[in-house]
C-alpha cells in the first residue's frame, strides 16, 4: 500500500485548505485511514480518523472545523481544514491500517503553515 498525501501550504487564520491522501496498491484490506500532524517540537497526534464506511473522529482542537471524507471513485481520503488557526501549523501524514495483517502505512506528510 502507497499513501501520497496533497494540499498543504500556506494560508492565513481563518482560511481553508484541503488535503487528500491517494491511497495505491493492495489497499482491498484497509478498514481504517487518519490524518496526524506533528507540529515543531511536538509528538505526532491524531487529528481525524475514519472507519472505512463507518464512524469517524476528531481531536478535540480540530472539532467543528475539520472535516474528514472518503472518495471512492478518486481513492482518497480528503481532510477539509476550515477557520484554521496557527495551533493548526504542523506537518500532516496520512495513515491507513489494514484489518487482515494489522500493518499500518503512512503517507509522506505535506507541510501546512497558517501564519496570523
Known amino acids: 500500500v502507497q499513501l501520497q498525501a496533497s494540499g498543504g501550504g500556506l494560508v492565513q487564520a481563518g482560511g481553508s485548505l484541503r488535503l487528500s491522501c491517494r491511497a495505491s496498491?493492495?489497499?482491498?484490506?484497509?478498514?481504517?485511514m487518519a490524518w496526524h500532524r506533528q507540529a515543531p517540537g511536538k509528538q505526532r497526534e491524531l487529528v481525524a480518523a475514519?472507519?472505512?464506511?463507518?464512524?469517524?473522529n476528531y481531536a478535540d482542537s480540530v472539532k467543528g472545523r475539520f472535516t474528514i471524507s472518503r472518495d471512492d471513485v478518486r481513492n482518497t481520503m480528503d481532510l477539509q481544514m476550515n477557520d484554521l488557526e496557527p495551533e493548526d501549523t504542523a506537518v500532516y501524514y496520512c495513515?491507513?491500517?489494514?484489518?487482515?495483517?494489522?500493518?499500518?502505512?503512512w503517507g509522506q506528510g505535506t507541510v501546512v503553515t497558517v501564519s496570523s
Open positions: 495513515y491507513a491500517r489494514d484489518a487482515r495483517t494489522s500493518y499500518i502505512y
Open positions: 496498491g493492495s489497499i482491498g484490506g484497509i478498514n481504517r
Open positions: 475514519m472507519i472505512i464506511s463507518g464512524p469517524t
